[in-house]
T-cell receptor, first 113, second 113 residues
């Protein structure tokens, strides 16, 4: 079945540091890939997505590129802020039929001033 | 003008009780979902409805019964609550299609004593 493997946290960085959170997936066909973010005490919000190979999703300084050859969708940000502290989830959704999101285990990011 | 709302936000109850969680979306979406987030933050799909019709049931015990009175509502009823049901339950909605963003509610934290 479909699955997502995400780097284990927690990750602690200083403000303005570079962030990478690794995500790889296993899926049949051509899934859509997502990064969702969960701020403390809140529900999930879509951060960015990519729906086909070589697409780059970007939002709020975060980027991720859909790499079919390495089945990866790593999240990056050049300079993190304290307000980026949250739990980040990589997810995939298959096309057609079941559109459920399959999530990675989440990576907790803490950014210190 | 909350997009996806859930009630209650917190629910504390005794083992063996029956409880319901309500979800409403005002985004005009045709598909709604219930996800369960355990104590380790792992998120997993439980159910999905499209136009009031069940399309996903992920081997959830039949003590859990979703009900969709119309496209804008998907309620979750749980019978004979067990300790292991303690979790945060998230409702979500989207337009049908695997590439579409799912919008999440704020979550309901269920604690079974």
């Amino acid at each position: 079945g479909n699955s997502v493997t995400q780097m284990e946290g927690p990750v602690t960085l200083s403000e303005e540091a570079f962030l990478t959170i690794n995500c790889t997936y296993t899926a049949t066909g051509y899934p859509s890939l997502f990064w969702y973010v969960q701020y403390p005490g809140e529900g999930l919000q879509l951060l960015l997505k990519a729906t086909k190979a070589d697409d780059k999703g970007s939002n709020k300084g975060f980027e991720a590129t859909y790499r079919k050859e390495t089945t990866s969708f790593h999240l990056e940000k050049g300079s993190v802020q304290v307000s980026d502290s949250a739990v980040y989830f990589c997810a995939l959704s298959s096309q057609g039929g079941s559109e459920k999101l399959v999530f990675g285990k989440g990576t907790k990011l803490t950014v210190n001033p | 003008d909350t997009a996806v709302s859930q009630t209650p936000k917190y629910l504390v109850t005794q083992m063996g009780n029956d409880k319901s969680i309500k979800c409403e979306q005002n985004l005009g979406h045709d598909t709604m979902y219930w996800y369960k987030q355990d104590s380790k933050k792992f998120l997993k799909i439980m159910f999905s409805y499209n136009n009031k019709e069940l399309i996903i049931n992920e081997t959830v015990p039949n003590r859990f019964s979703p009900k969709s009175p119309d496209k804008a509502h998907l309620n979750l009823h749980i019978n004979s609550l067990e300790l292991g049901d303690s979790a945060v339950y998230f409702c979500a909605s989207s337009h049908r299609g695997g590439s579409n963003e799912q919008f999440f509610g704020p979550g309901t934290r269920l604690t079974v004593l």
